[in-house]
């Protein structure tokens, strides 16, 4: 047990962490209904979580360092179980969001010292081995997400989404404080904290004027008023980066042409293949009648087709070139999302299974290939801070994909809705916000269906323009080879499900 106790317990947290970023799409439904939770509202249920990781993931990296990897850890594992209980006792949406962001405060300390805290326990075949467990448990977590989320929402309640990381973050703290050592601090490095309070400004309020667009519009004051904030966080986080001691991200990176697609590339990914997903788990309930299960079954092709391609192309496809892999992923990713935008009024959940298997392929591929292709884009001393910054906008682009598509498709339900009802702006947030049933009696059940259908269409499509841009850019922009990109990945630490890489050195001793 002592041996492998690292693993166990770093593995438990960050299956539980990624299974959170993706169990609350079913649930959202129910969520809703239960707490009267407006399309804002449950926007921020996914988006809280989303932007809390992003916003903290570099810093957390740096506070580890500060503190000690193992010390972090504890505490972020702590803190998600407490807002987990607090996100299962919630009696009101704000509660709820506040403790999903929280959450991913905690998150985001686990996820910072996952590979880490495993990079100081094993070496030789065992690190490999280790590694290679945390991917495969990272790739599963993405698929069982919704299918969990199904099974506790219809069987238990939508809380036990959130009660059931009780359990396993105690078990995973316990294995922690009995099997795993403090890793050695390198050299007094300081905590950006100037950087991170001005990136998750910037994010934030870019986000919360997207959301809110849906409410008051693209010309209103409140809206124009969030994108200024956003703005000049944004220029206060370039001021603090040029003059911290220790910055976040170093800006001289963004002078590299590769690296730049590769970050356009990972917020483009998480935005184009995720970022429709919750309202077609919304439609699947509440137009199709599906259950919680069978919606989150019904969305398994994507995840599932995922892990497999993932695995199977990082062993078939480990000498190709990266920007082949990740452009030829986000073409496809582009492609199956523009395939599941070809719903009509009576369409039902199989017409999206194509789509979801071809957006699946992309994903598995990307997943698989965008951390190396980042590491194979800098100085090995920046590999680090590299795959820190693909986890940062993977995760970024989840929490605005969410926010921008929600915008577009409840603006062409409102316009499918015009001269139906007297308030089609309303009964368009109300559609996309899971309220169909209130709207049956004063909405043709016909005109509902296709409204909806023509919701997610537009959505689908801006999602899928999105990831084949993207694609392109990568295919025409990322200049890296593979013989590179191996090199990177022999000199630093990587995983297959396109998470967080951290330079993990032989200096990095586990102390007393």
């Known amino acids: ?280 788990s919304i439609w699947l309930q509440t137009l199709l009648g599906l259950s919680p299960v069978g919606a989150g079954l019904a969305l398994l092709p994507l995840a599932a087709t995922s892990f497999v391609v993932a695995a199977v192309s990082g062993r078939l496809l480990h000498d190709a070139p990266p920007r082949l892999v990740i452009g030829g992923g986000l073409l496809l990713v582009g492609g199956g999302v523009l395939a599941q935008g070809a719903l009509g009024p009576d369409s039902g959940w199989p017409a999206l299974v194509p789509g979801l298997l071809v957006t699946g392929a992309g994903v598995g591929l990307v997943s698989q290939g965008i951390s190396a292709a980042a590491l194979a884009c800098v100085p090995p001393r920046n590999a680090g801070m590299a795959g820190g910054a693909v986890g940062t906008f993977r995760q970024l682009g989840f929490a605005l994909g969410v926010a921008v598509f929600g915008a577009v498709a409840t603006s062409r339900m409102e316009h499918s809705l015009v001269g139906s009802t007297d308030a089609p702006a309303a009964a368009a947030r109300a559609l996309a916000g899971g309220a169909a049933r209130q709207l049956a009696g004063r909405v043709p059940d016909g005109t509902l269906h296709t409204a909806f259908a023509s919701g997610l269409n537009a959505a689908a499509l801006a999602a899928g323009v999105t990831g084949v841009l993207a694609g392109l850019a990568v295919l025409a922009f990322v200049r890296t080879s593979a013989r590179a990109d191996l090199a990177a990945g022999n000199a630093h630490l990587g995983n297959a499900s396109g998470g967080l890489i951290v330079d993990v050195g032989e200096r990095d001793r586990p102390t007393k």
């Open 1 to 280: 047990m002592r041996k492998w106790g690292p693993l166990v317990a770093v593995c438990l947290g960050t299956f539980m962490l990624l299974v959170d970023v993706t169990i609350v799409v079913v649930a959202l439904p129910e969520i809703g209904g239960a707490l009267g939770a407006s399309l804002s509202d449950m926007q921020w249920v996914i988006d809280a979580y989303a932007l809390a990781m992003a916003a903290l993931l570099l810093g957390a990296g740096a506070a580890a360092d500060v503190v000690g990897r193992r010390r972090l850890y504890l505490a972020g594992t702590g803190l998600f179980a407490t807002a987990s209980l607090a996100c299962g006792l919630a009696t009101g949406p704000a509660v709820l969001n506040t403790m999903r962001a929280v959450q991913g405060v905690g998150g985001a300390a686990m996820f910072a010292t996952s590979l880490s805290l495993l990079g100081a326990a094993y070496r030789g075949r065992d690190r490999s081995l280790a590694f290679g467990v945390w991917g495969a448990v990272a790739g599963a977590s993405a698929a069982l997400g919704p299918v969990l989320g199904g099974v506790l929402t219809e069987h238990l309640d939508w809380r036990w989404i959130f009660f059931a990381n009780l359990p396993v973050s105690a078990v995973a703290l316990w294995i922690t404080l009995r099997t795993v050592t403090e890793s050695a601090h390198r050299g007094a490095r300081r905590i950006d904290w100037a950087g991170m309070a001005a990136f998750a400004v910037c994010a934030g309020a870019a986000t919360f004027a997207v959301v809110r667009v849906g409410v008051v519009g693209w010309e209103s004051a409140q809206t124009a008023a969030a994108f200024a904030v956003s703005a000049a966080a944004l220029c206060a986080f370039v001021v603090a980066e040029r003059r911290a001691v220790h910055p976040l991200i170093d800006l001289s990176l963004f002078r590299r042409r590769s690296f730049v697609s590769v970050m356009a590339g990972a917020l483009a990914f998480n935005a184009a293949a995720f970022g429709v997903l919750p309202y077609t």
